[in-house]
């Protein structure tokens, strides 16, 4: 008998957090009733609208390790152990970043719709959950924790229904329907924010052969083509092709705005990107047909309300009212994230499995134990999902621009070697992220850490170097002073000898 024995839960959404939260609380011993605006994607056929292809790294696979997926995932996955470098200048060598001073360390490249298909799979081999494809959530009653869909299987006018249940959980990505409805109580604190730049996915398929055995480029990096305010990266998939993806600003010089026709795609590509070009026999008519979509940033506060109890005379609110019972955010619904630290399936994977060890410290503890349970859940995640926002803004500026510079290499050389001097002590931001489930802020305290030490070795270098210069100066001045002295002694003896031969 689980802890959530008796108590049914509603998912909002079945994407990546969505699927994972439903094995995960079905193992709980929860009735798990989950409900998805789209189609059954393994009959349908998966229709994401997102990204082909993500990079599943250390706190995503802790997420699965909990309903027992992580292994049977990784098998579909193409590990990456750096970044390839592809210079704007035809015929210039490629360069290999290593993510890590350690070779075993990787982020694992994985099909998005195989991952989602796979994650519904396993929650449907548990009795106690149940999957609803093409219903809508079209609002959520928060003092009655009921939710309202609409079915959509036969069309836009489909019948309504209403479900209850002891707890809502929101994982209906970015756009929440739910996090609409929790935005109309008071003080609920929301922003998004919107980059400059957007994203437009392209295709290279396999080749004949080649260097790569059918891929044709390096399967075991992530590719990347910096080129200042914007730029292109590449990551592997399973059939052998590659899935690229252009991150540029939406107006100016290197933008969107700027490609109109084919001939335009062409010049430009041939111009920026003259490695990529020849191995995207596809480039132009994908670049006029996929969308080009935006990127959002989403903070909002609290992730959890608590549904209003009942006033019943004579009886306990878990008796006849809705007391205990709440209605929350997970992944994308309530943190959304900028894609370029490939953390934001991820994050969500750690949420649920944060979740349900919160449930199981808190279970039977008292009448209200599944919202305090839920309060420790979005007081632990709040602060690490802000501090991935940042840290995935801020790595947007290091991928489209610095990865290209001989410092920023010599620097990430020096972050390793440091890394393998004091490796319990200085570890790179990057290590802490994606290899290791170190809480995002901690991750992003000790990464700053880092940076102070490397500025403090580097001011100490060149300090070293001052004295070495002005030591040297000043040897060089006394060796220069003893050689005037010598050779005035050696004139004043010359002159005394002509003086005295000539006297
Ligand atoms: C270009 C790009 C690249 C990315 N790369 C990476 C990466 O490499 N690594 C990584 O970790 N993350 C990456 N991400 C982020 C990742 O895609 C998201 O963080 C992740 O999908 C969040 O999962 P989710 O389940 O919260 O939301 P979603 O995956 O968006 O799922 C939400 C689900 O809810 C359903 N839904 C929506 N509204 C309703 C409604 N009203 N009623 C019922 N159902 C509804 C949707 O149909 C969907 O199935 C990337 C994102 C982008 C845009």
Not at 340 to 360: K, T
Request: hydrophobic share 45%; with cysteine.
């Amino acid at each position: 008998m689980g802890i959530g024995q008796g108590k049914t839960v509603t998912i909002v959404g079945a994407g990546l957090a969505g699927a994972l939260l439903a094995s995960s609380l079905a193992k709980l011993g929860f009735r798990v009733n989950v409900y998805e605006r789209r189609g059954d994607p393994r009959r349908a056929g998966y229709s994401g609208g997102r990204s082909i292809n993500l990079a599943l790294s250390a706190r995503g696979l802790w997420g699965l390790e909990r309903v027992g997926l992580d292994k049977d995932i990784l098998k579909h996955a193409i590990p990456m152990r750096g970044r390839m470098v592809h210079p704007a200048v035809a015929g210039a060598g490629l360069a290999f970043q290593p993510y890590s001073k350690d070779p075993g360390d990787a982020i694992n490249s994985i099909s998005r719709g195989g991952l989602n298909m796979a994650l519904l799979d396993e929650a449907e081999k548990h009795d106690n959950v149940e999957l609803f494809f093409n219903q809508r959530c079209l609002d959520v009653d928060m003092d009655h924790c009921r939710a309202v869909f609409q079915d959509d299987s036969n069309g836009p006018d489909g019948p309504i229904g209403t479900i209850e249940s002891d707890l809502i959980i929101g994982t209906d990505g970015a756009f929440s329907a739910v996090r609409l409805k929790m935005m109309k109580s008071d003080r609920f604190e929301y922003s998004q924010t919107y980059l400059t730049h957007g994203y437009k996915e392209l295709h290279i398929p396999p080749v004949e052969g080649g260097a790569f055995n059918g891929f044709a480029m390096d399967p075991s990096a992530l590719h990347i083509w910096p080129r200042g305010s914007a730029m292109m990266i590449a990551l592997p998939n399973i059939d052998k092709s590659f899935t690229c993806t252009l991150f540029w600003p939406f107006t100016g010089e290197h933008s969107f705005d700027q490609l109109r026709t084919a001939q335009d795609v062409e010049m430009f590509f041939k111009r920026w990107y003259p490695d990529a070009m020849p191995i995207m026999p596809t480039l132009v008519e994908d670049f006029l047909k996929n969308p080009t979509s935006s990127l959002v940033t989403v903070r909002c506060w609290p992730w959890v309300q608590n549904c209003r109890p009942m006033v019943v005379t004579g009886a306990s609110p878990s008796e006849k009212g809705y007391g205990g019972r709440a209605v929350a955010l997970m992944g994308d619904a309530a943190h959304a994230i900028v894609p370029f630290f490939g953390q934001g399936m991820n994050a969500a994977f750690e949420d649920v499995r944060v979740l349900c060890e919160c449930l199981e410290r808190h279970a039977g503890r008292s009448e209200h134990w599944l919202t305090d349970a839920l309060d420790e859940y979005q007081a632990l995640r709040k602060p690490n999902a802000d501090a991935i926002a940042r840290m995935a803004i801020d790595n947007f500026e290091e991928m489209r621009d610095k990865v290209g510079s001989r410092l920023f290499r010599a620097r990430k050389k020096a972050e390793h070697l440091l890394h393998e001097l004091m490796p319990g002590t200085l570890v790179p931001k990057y290590n802490l992220v994606s290899f290791s489930t170190v809480p995002y802020a901690e991750a992003l305290r000790r990464g700053a850490r880092l940076d102070r030490v490397l500025r403090v070795l580097i001011l100490l270098a060149a300090l070293i170097a001052a004295a070495l210069v002005l030591a040297f100066v000043k040897i060089a001045a006394w060796y220069l002073l003893v050689a005037v002295i010598i050779a005035a002694w050696f004139a004043w003896d010359r002159w005394r000898y002509k003086r005295d031969t000539t006297a």
